[in-house]
């Protein structure tokens, strides 16, 4: 159980495109997803915690204009990249909690954005 | 500030044999500590958790110990597979903020045949 899917698993866009990543909690409600990056041979870096039907919570250093993050059900969010470049070339994790009670996160496996 | 610090970055080891991974934590107030295995390009999965008050936890061929006193936590892997190949992240819960996870680097284990 707790099994949590990304969609695409890589990706791979030009400079000035967007990208849409999809985030999906397979066998649970999902009140709480989050949004990490990862570059490479550093540790996850918390972007954004997002609850179901409201507006997500972005960390400090983090453009919520350009990471648009919606959480409109339970068991699916999505990140979208505005106007991508290079620099956001990175691997994005999601992960799912199933209520605010605990602060077990279950991970996606991942999304490898490549900006050319 | 909160921190998590590991120990070695990285790690090459010869199969079967056994190796230990350090954590350092400074964080406040605690909640839990995690030990995860991320293989290259995928999410990171969970092998053991700790609270305060649980000084050793196995999964397996995995040990991880705990010491509150003195923010240390460890991970043993015992016996090692060449699967076991990947990067172990600790990462600490703090306590309230919406349990908000700390994480560390990671050590990059090799195991070699």
């Known amino acids: 159980g707790a099994v949590v899917s990304q969609h695409p698993s890589w990706v791979i866009c030009k400079s000035g495109t967007s990208v849409k990543i999809e985030c999906r909690s397979l066998?649970?409600?999902?009140?709480?997803m989050f949004w990490y990056r990862q570059f490479p041979k550093q540790s996850l870096m918390l972007m954004a915690t997002s609850n179901e039907g409201s507006k997500a919570t972005y960390e400090q250093g983090v453009e919520k204009d350009k990471f648009l993050i919606n959480h409109a059900s339970l068991t699916l969010s999505t990140l979208t990249v505005t106007s991508a470049h290079p620099e956001d070339s990175s691997f994005y994790i999601c992960?799912?909690?199933?209520?605010?009670?605990?602060?077990?996160?279950?991970f996606g496996p991942g999304t490898r954005l490549t900006v050319l | 500030k909160n921190q998590v610090e590991q120990s070695p970055q990285s790690l090459i080891i010869l199969e079967g044999k056994n190796c230990t991974l350090q954590?350092?934590?400074?964080?406040?107030?605690?909640?839990?500590l995690r030990w995860y295995k991320q293989d290259t390009g995928r999410g990171p999965v969970s092998l053991t958790i700790?609270?305060?008050?649980?000084n050793t936890k196995s999964n397996g061929r995995y040990t991880a110990t705990l010491d509150a006193d003195t923010k240390q936590s460890s991970l043993h892997i015992t016996a090692s597979q060449l699967s076991d190949s990947a990067s172990y992240i600790c990462?600490?819960?703090?306590?309230?903020?919406?349990?908000?996870?700390?994480f560390g680097k990671g050590t990059l284990l090799t195991v070699n045949p």
């Open positions: 954590c350092n934590y400074t964080v406040s107030p605690f909640s839990n």
């Open positions: 700790m609270t305060f008050s649980e």
């Open positions: 066998d649970f409600q999902a009140t709480t």
């Open positions: 990462v600490v819960s703090v306590k309230g903020s919406n349990y908000k996870l700390t």
């Open positions: 992960s799912a909690k199933t209520d605010t009670s605990t602060d077990t996160q279950y």
